[in-house]
């Protein structure tokens, strides 16, 4: 078969942790993460016979929040159930869920296709559940000795958001969740600094085969990966004439692959039955009382009327709640300049040291500092590009921070008048008889080594359109 018959169907549900002071159904604080094992625990989130649960109205009022952003339908009613399944992490031996009637209904995410068109991704629903706690197995999952079970993330609350399988690449699915990311930022519900903040189970298949589940990715990365992965797997089997299993696979995120874990069950095995303990809820009130801020995509439009920026740089700018924030801290210096240096290249570098913006949005005022040194031309592009690797290397290593003008007084790097540098462009021209030649002759970059020579003789100094201009004056041209 060729490879434009294979055709890709993923639908996800997402599980993201909401940053809520509690738990869904007590009151154990939700902020556990620097605190010993199971200390964080009470009869109701360890299951104790008896111990009845109280429903966090807080998380709800953040559930319901998410789904007014993501444009759902909300039910006048949603009601808790039971799901049984035994995991050694789920110590009630079922979880409290939400089963035919969850909280929100439909909505859709907008992202972009691999071709960079819209697309919207439509919802099933969205629905509010516990968290079970947290295996730890000591050595590695195949060959550990013994496994300790972590309570203390027994019953943060969670929301599962399940798309329809709408999505067709791996990286359509990256995308949705870093716009779901940044749509649950922005909507203050979600910290994804958090270990296990956000999971993905992934179902996938080529149309016309069954469909596979890989459950519990961690990362976004990961979802990526999986899905490649499981593509091409299920892609060679069936050319070599086998079946795809409906089964459960779990993604080994050190090897980039998948592996069988279980067949998959369906909804019967849960045996899914209504909470005794918890009454039915009614929200259809609270609706009209919840309001949204303003969210990625209409910030992303107001960046692009208001401070006149492509919208490359207002998509890009606009897709973390932090770098939006600190673009807007910026861009007073100068709207165009500043939206390309942030987005162009202070993320690189950022990502380069794997430095979160955090660590340089207390110092915003001395990234203007050199915006303003390039944007007056007192430094060229690539001694600024120089001076912030300087700068970003101080902060990373928690060195005495230099500013942007001392460094470049330290380091020689003001820039150059043209007339300073002409000795070297005319002996680099001389040296170099054979670009000239090709460029007289009418081939086109011909010059570039010339310019680059001049750029590494004057170490950054000069600027690569003066050089040019001084070249073409040279020439007689």
């Not at 869920?97 to 071709?115: K, Q, R, S, V």
């Not at 080594?449 to 690569?464: M, R, Y």
Request: with cysteine; net charge negative; hydrophobic share 35%.
């Amino acid at each position: 078969m060729a490879e434009e018959n294979y055709v890709v169907v993923i639908g996800l549900e997402v599980h993201c942790q909401l940053d809520t002071a509690s738990k869904l159904f007590c009151g154990c604080s939700a902020d556990f993460r620097a605190d010993a094992p199971n200390t964080h625990v009470c009869p109701v989130c360890l299951g104790l016979p008896g111990a009845l649960p109280v429903l966090n109205k807080k998380a709800i009022e953040y559930a319901l929040k998410v789904a007014k952003a993501l444009n759902c339908r909300i039910p006048e009613e949603g009601e808790f159930c039971r799901k049984n399944y035994f995991y050694p992490d789920l110590v009630k031996a079922y979880q409290i869920t939400m089963g035919d009637n969850p909280l929100a209904l439909g909505g859709y995410i907008e992202i972009e296709d691999d071709a960079g068109n819209p697309k919207v991704v439509n919802l099933t629903r969205i629905h509010v559940e516990e968290d079970p706690g947290r295996l730890v197995h000591m050595g590695n999952k195949e060959r550990g000795h013994y496994t300790l079970v972590d309570y203390n993330r027994s019953g943060i609350p969670l929301i599962e958001m399940v798309t329809e399988p709408e999505l067709c690449s791996p990286k359509e699915a990256r995308r949705l969740l870093n716009k779901l990311r940044a749509t649950l930022e922005y909507l203050d519900v979600f910290d994804p600094e958090k270990e296990g903040s956000i999971r993905v189970d992934a179902n996938i298949s080529i149309k016309g085969h069954e469909r596979v589940e890989i459950k519990n990715i961690s990362s976004y990365k990961g979802v990526e990966k999986a899905l490649t992965f499981e593509i091409t797997r299920q892609k060679n089997l069936i050319r070599r004439g086998g079946t795809i299993s409906r089964e459960t696979r779990h993604f080994q995120e050190g090897k980039g692959t998948t592996t069988s874990a279980r067949s998959k069950e369906t909804a019967n095995d849960y045996r899914y039955f209504p909470e005794p303990d918890l009454p039915v809820i009614r929200v259809a009130n609270w609706i009209d009382n919840i309001a949204l801020p303003e969210l990625p995509d209409a910030r992303r439009d107001r960046f692009m009327s208001q401070y006149g920026i492509a919208v490359n740089h207002a998509r890009t700018l606009t897709g973390d709640l932090h770098l939006a924030e600190f673009y807007e801290l910026v861009a007073p210096v100068g709207a165009q300049i500043a939206a390309s240096w942030i987005a162009d290249i202070l993320i690189g570098e950022l990502n380069y040291r794997d430095m979160p913006l955090s660590k340089i949005t207390s110092h915003a005022g001395q990234f203007k500092e050199l915006i303003v040194l390039v944007r007056d031309q007192k430094i060229t592009d690539k001694a600024g590009v120089e001076v912030l690797r300087v700068w970003l290397d101080s902060l990373g290593q928690g060195e005495k921070i230099e500013s942007p003008g001392a460094i470049v007084e330290r380091l020689g790097l003001t820039r150059e008048s043209g007339e300073s540098f002409r000795g070297i462009v005319e002996t680099i021209l001389a040296n170099n008889p054979q670009p000239v030649a090709d460029h007289k002759a009418g081939k086109k970059g011909a010059l570039n080594f010339i310019v680059g020579q001049v750029l590494k003789e004057t170490k950054g100094k000069s600027d690569p359109r003066e050089i040019h201009a001084m070249i073409a004056e040279i020439l007689g041209e």
